[in-house]
């Protein structure tokens, strides 16, 4: 129903733009924010000193910690403490903000160090299978691993990589196409 203005005319709500909806960046950006508070609380009561650094890159939030001394504590066995503190980061930001994170973690460089391991591993695995023509299981590995791998093995021409069996002994599978 139309409301009335101060100067007495009628004026259509349905007709005035809503304000403008929060950009997918902009929503990005807050839950870096979110996260990188979250982690800074943390390395304050595990008393570690390191430099938080917020990113957004394909459309996720990137946080980074680096600089401190005992960083790699928090990086663990072959990353398992690091994804744990994603997942307890994904959550506070979901707890605040109401939404699923998608935001992905590094500590001390190893996420990095480590898509430079699994990229070399996927484009000499995907090599292989071209030469011999027969296909590799590689060993299990987590989501961003197998993600990594496949990306690597689709820029070789003539192979392609697909995931099997479950979680957490999911393994990427390099065959010869055709």
Do not use: C
């Not at 009628?10 to 007709?15: F, G, K, L, M, S």
């Not at 570690?48 to 680096?66: K, M, P, T």
């Not at 072959?78 to 699923?100: D, F, H, W």
């Amino acid at each position: 129903m139309p409301q009335t203005a101060q100067d007495g005319t009628a004026e259509d709500t349905a007709a005035t733009p809503p304000k403008a909806a929060t950009t997918a960046e902009d929503q990005l950006v807050r839950e870096g924010d979110i996260a990188g508070d979250y982690l800074e609380r943390l390395l304050d009561v595990l008393d570690f000193d390191g430099d938080i650094d917020l990113d957004v890159e394909a459309g996720r939030a990137i946080v980074s910690i680096d600089g401190g001394d005992d960083l790699n504590k928090l990086v663990g066995d072959r990353g398992a403490v690091l994804e744990a503190l994603q997942e307890l980061t994904r959550l506070a930001v979901q707890q605040e903000s109401g939404n699923r994170s998608r935001l992905m973690l590094d500590i001390a460089g190893w996420r990095q160090g480590r898509r430079d391991e699994l990229t070399e591993l996927g484009t000499r695995t995907a090599n292989e299978v071209l030469e011999s023509g027969e296909s590799a299981r590689l060993r299990p590995m987590t989501p961003f691993e197998r993600k990594v791998v496949h990306d690597a093995v689709a820029r070789v021409k003539g192979v392609s990589s697909e995931s099997e069996g479950e979680e957490p002994r999911r393994q990427v599978v390099v065959f010869r196409n055709g």
